[in-house]
């Protein structure tokens, strides 16, 4: 299979939305590299997945008003950084990609009068009724007056999955299994290694970001967030060193090129072991 089939066949049906790709090439990339990427370099990496420049420039322009960029120039040139107030999101999001996965310790159950279900989804919480929610207990700081009490795993833990709806994360994972499991055989350029890892990265994250990550005992049989965890880190790995590459050649931030490797992308590739 040629390598252009490859990315077609990634692409295909896929969707993309132009604002939430450049948050995938933003937190992949360029944020622990410095996080200031040219937008000439935006603008070339997103028209290999089929965004064009229009498109590029006005999701910027939504992103730098939703204050998740900022804006700067050097001389003709215009350049973003991820915005400060978005970095705290970031790094929670790469936490959840990059490192070991926290077993939970048991289960939070807490009494939040005035948390809409949106906000708890957001959280990952399962509406028990009322104003009580549940999660995984992994050391979470409660919701602005909340109350918060610590439960052990109970006997017949697989009835707590009721609180979730499991079936759209199921069918997530089974998508993202079905469409990267090709990309175990066969070798791409390093240009397609990047945008195959973006894209990589893109699908699991919209998946897992919606994961109460339950443990073992409270998931339903067949569970598949495990195989798509792992087929994550092992593509990932595969493909940065090519990915690597294509960064250090062609992305360009204030100081010029971006570096291949920094200590950030190395504490992300060891946590993926």
């Known amino acids: 299979m040629l390598e252009t089939d490859v990315i077609e066949d990634l692409l295909r049906g896929l969707g993309l939305h132009s604002a ?4 995938t090439v933003y937190g992949d990339v360029v944020v622990p590299r410095g996080g200031v990427l040219w937008t000439g370099t935006l603008i070339e990496i997103c028209g290999r997945v089929g965004i064009n420049e229009s498109l590029v420039r ?3 322009s939504r992103l730098v008003a939703a204050q998740r960029l900022t804006g700067e120039r050097a001389g003709r040139r215009s350049y973003y950084r991820l915005d400060a107030s978005a970095r705290r999101e970031f790094e929670e999001a790469a936490a959840l990609l990059y490192a070991p996965d926290i077993p ?4 939070q159950i807490l009494h939040a009068p005035g948390l809409s279900e949106d906000a708890a989804r957001h959280m990952r919480m399962g509406h028990m009724g009322g104003p009580v929610f549940i999660r995984p207990d992994r050391g979470q700081p409660p ?6 009490f610590h439960a052990p795993d109970p006997e017949d833990a697989g009835r707590l999955a009721g609180f979730w709806d499991l079936s759209a994360l199921q069918a997530g994972y089974r998508g993202m299994l079905d469409r990267f499991g090709a990309l175990e055989a066969g070798r791409l350029s390093d240009t397609d290694a990047l945008v ?7 699908v699991y994250r919209n998946v897992m970001l919606r ?3 339950l443990p073992q005992a409270a998931l339903p049989p067949g569970w598949q967030g495990h195989a798509a965890r792992d087929l994550f880190r092992r593509l990932y790995r595969r493909l940065s060193p090519g990915a690597e590459r294509h960064i250090a050649a062609r ?4 100081d010029g090129f971006l570096p ?6 190395e504490a992300r590739l060891a946590g993926l072991l």
């Open 143 to 148: 919701p602005p007056g909340a109350l918060v």
């Open 58 to 60: 006005t999701a910027v």
């Open 251 to 254: 992305f360009e931030g204030v």
């Open 104 to 107: 939970p310790r048991g289960w």
């Open 211 to 213: 994961d109460p990550r």
């Open 20 to 23: 939430s790709f450049i948050v």
């Open 260 to 265: 291949a490797r920094t200590p950030e992308t």
């Open 196 to 202: 195959a890892r973006l894209l990589l990265v893109h």
